[in-house]
Structure formats: C-alpha cells, structure tokens
C-alpha cells in the first residue's frame, strides 16, 4: 500500500502518458508551409522590417513560432561559435495589461531580461539625452527609477550588440489595448522605431486582432510584411483529407491503455476543433486527463464532457472567417487596384482623358425669351375638301 501522498505506480505512468501527448508536436503541411515562408521572409526582408504573423486562436502560431527559432538557431550555429556575444533570436510574450494601456516600460524589461542584461534597473541615459537637477535646478547625482526612455535606450543598445536574427512578439494583439486617447498607430510605430534604429526584424504574433495594425499608413504597409497560418477548412476537400490524417496521427499517440477511433468520428472531432490542430491537441489532452483522473476510458462522452461549448466555437469561427475574408485576396481585388492604376482594359484610356469632350454652347437667353424657329402660317385645308 502506497503512503499518503506518494504517487503510485499506475499515477505515475498515467502522468508520463499524459506529458508525453502533450510534448508531441506534429508536423502538418499548414505548419511546413507557414515554418517555411516565415524563415524566408525573415532572410530576406529587409534590416528593420516587420513582420505579422496572423492566425486563429489554436492554429499553432506559438509552435510556429518555436519551429523558427530551432531552425534559426541550427543555421546560426556557425557564427554563434565564432561570436559567443550574439544571439540567434529574441522571443517575448505581450502581456495584456491590467489597467487598459499597454505597459512598455515593463515590455522593454522583460525583453531585457530574455537578453540576460545585467544590471537592468539601473539603467540610465547618456549624459546628451537627460539631465538631472533637483527642484532647485542644480545638478544632482541621486538615483532615480528607471523610466520607459532608459529601458527603451538600454533595449537599442543590447539589440545592437546582440544582433539577433529575428525579435519575437507573441500575442502581439495586446499591443492593440488603450484605454487612453492615444493612436492605434502611435502603438506600432514604437515598435517600427526599435527595429529601424536596431535594424532588427520584428515578429509579431498574434490573432485576427493584429489586422487594426495593418496598412495604418502608407510607410508601416511599405515596411511590413504579412503572414497567414490559415486553418483547415471543411470548404475545401484536401484540407479535410490533412485533417483526417491528423486525428489518425493523434490516434496513433494515445497510450496503448486508452484505445479509441478518432477517424471514426473526424468530423465531431472538426466541429469542436474548427480545423485548427492546437484546439485538438488540448482538447484531447484535457480528454486523457479527465480519463485517468476518473479511471475510465477515453472515449466520445468524455470528450463531449471537455469540448469547448458551442458558443465558444462559434465566436471562435465568426473571428476566423472575417479575418480570413480580409486577408484572402480575391480577383475583384486585383481588378479594383488595377483599375485605379489605369491598367484595367475597364479603365479609360490616357489618349481618351485627354482628348476634349465636345459640350453644349452655354445659354445666353434670358428667362421668357423664346428660342428663335420658324412659325407656321396661313390656313391649312382638309385633304377631302
């Protein structure tokens, strides 16, 4: 008999089972396609570009966003060894603020810390930048709390130094939160001026939210690049036939004490999951945990038990579908630039635009007077007089 509190034997495999479903991570084409345009628009974008990586919530973007920084990470390694000061990437998760307004000075910290900075609270501008003097106006040498400005200058600086390949924004839709008068667009361009001054490329990861931030101006929309991790559509055959060989994939990860069909009931398993592989993933793993901790087996009741409610799927895919409709551009939209362009066969010509339109002569009459023509006179006769 086991002790009071001591795991036993079947707790302890029922707990490793469970880490190990959790620890898989799947290599599906949506995730190969969005690994590899990210990775080639990180190489050639140019030095202090941005990047936005849109999505779904429970698409996989933090996976993707991992994936990434292995790769990078393996390509760098040459250089890492020469360079032990540099870094392959930086990666941050924006935190929602608690207040309304999006907290920098806290951002920059915890970016700092990421970098392994020393000394982060005790940062301070450089002597051209601030001067302190006390409220007689003399100068002074107490210390006073590191502001937004230092740790923003301290964050250039280490970016400078460390030369990261990428900077990683994750739930970068937290940026988006004001509570305050200020503009939208006044939230990215602080973003925009780290990674010019840095020539660093930013990442920023987030859901459908992130689409306020795009085409703010004409000079974010020139150095910005856009991404889209699509989800698995049940529009389209092929998505379905993927997303059938995922559930078979996950089937085959189950632990060999809770067999269960997933193919069998795929299309339950898309309703709940809406085609995006992260909400299957944690579905099923709240289903394994809900199994071993009632000692039964897994099977359709429990997952009915642990799937999101119908509302909450429904939310879900109304966000889905109207982010999906402004990223996805159509024929019409290609055919609307391209009239406004003067490229469109639809469009005027140039040698029509300048010819002159012939108009009417203007009116010189005054009201009353009537237009000149002829009257007719005399007496007409009957045809049969």
């Given amino acids: 008999m086991a002790a009071a509190g001591v795991p036993t034997r079947s707790e302890l495999d029922a707990t490793e089972a469970l880490q190990a479903f959790r620890a898989f991570t799947m290599a599906h084409p949506r995730l190969i396609e969005a690994r590899d345009e990210l990775i080639a628009a990180i190489e050639g974008a140019a030095a202090g570009s941005l990047i936005l990586v849109l999505g779904p919530p429970g698409v996989g973007k933090t996976t993707l966003m991992r994936k990434v920084q292995q790769c990078l990470t393996e390509k760098m390694a040459p250089q890492l060894r020469v360079d032990v000061g540099r870094l392959p990437f930086v990666a941050v998760e924006a935190l929602a603020p608690e207040n309304g307004n999006f907290n920098w000075r806290d951002h920059f910290r915890r970016m700092l810390i990421q970098m392994d900075e020393p000394l982060i609270d005790h940062k301070l501008l450089p002597a051209y930048l601030e001067v302190e003097r006390d409220w007689n106006g003399r100068f002074t040498s107490s210390p006073r709390p590191t502001t937004g400005a230092q740790r923003q200058y301290a964050l250039e600086q280490a970016l400078r130094h460390r030369r990261p390949a990428a900077v990683f924004v994750d739930e970068a839709q937290h940026l988006a939160r004001m509570s305050s008068g200020r503009r939208l667009a006044d939230q990215l361009d602080v973003i925009k001026s780290i990674a010019s001054r840095t020539q660093t490329i930013h990442v920023l990861i987030g859901t459908y939210e992130l689409l306020s931030f795009r085409n703010l101006s004409g000079q974010l929309s020139r150095r910005s690049v856009d991404l889209h991790f699509l989800r698995y559509r049940a529009e389209c ?149």
């Fill in 237 to 385: 055959k092929d998505d379905l036939r993927v997303f059938q060989n995922i559930v078979l994939t996950f089937q085959e990860q189950l632990p060999a004490e809770q067999p269960l069909d997933l193919v069998g009931m795929w299309d339950f398993l898309y309703e709940r999951s809406l085609g995006c592989v992260g909400i299957l993933k944690d579905w099923l793993a709240r289903g394994l945990s809900a199994a071993f901790r009632g000692a039964v087996r897994l099977d359709r009741r429990v997952l009915e038990r642990t799937a999101l409610s119908i509302a909450q799927c429904e939310k879900i895919l109304a966000e889905a579908r109207e982010g999906e409709a402004r990223l996805i551009e159509t024929r019409e939209c290609s055919s609307r630039l391209r009239c406004l362009l003067g490229l469109s066969e639809s469009a005027p010509k140039a040698q029509d635009r300048d010819a002159v339109i012939p108009t009417k002569p203007p009116r010189t009459r005054k009201p009353g007077v009537r237009r000149p023509k002829r009257d007719r006179v005399g007496r007409t006769v009957a045809a049969n007089a």
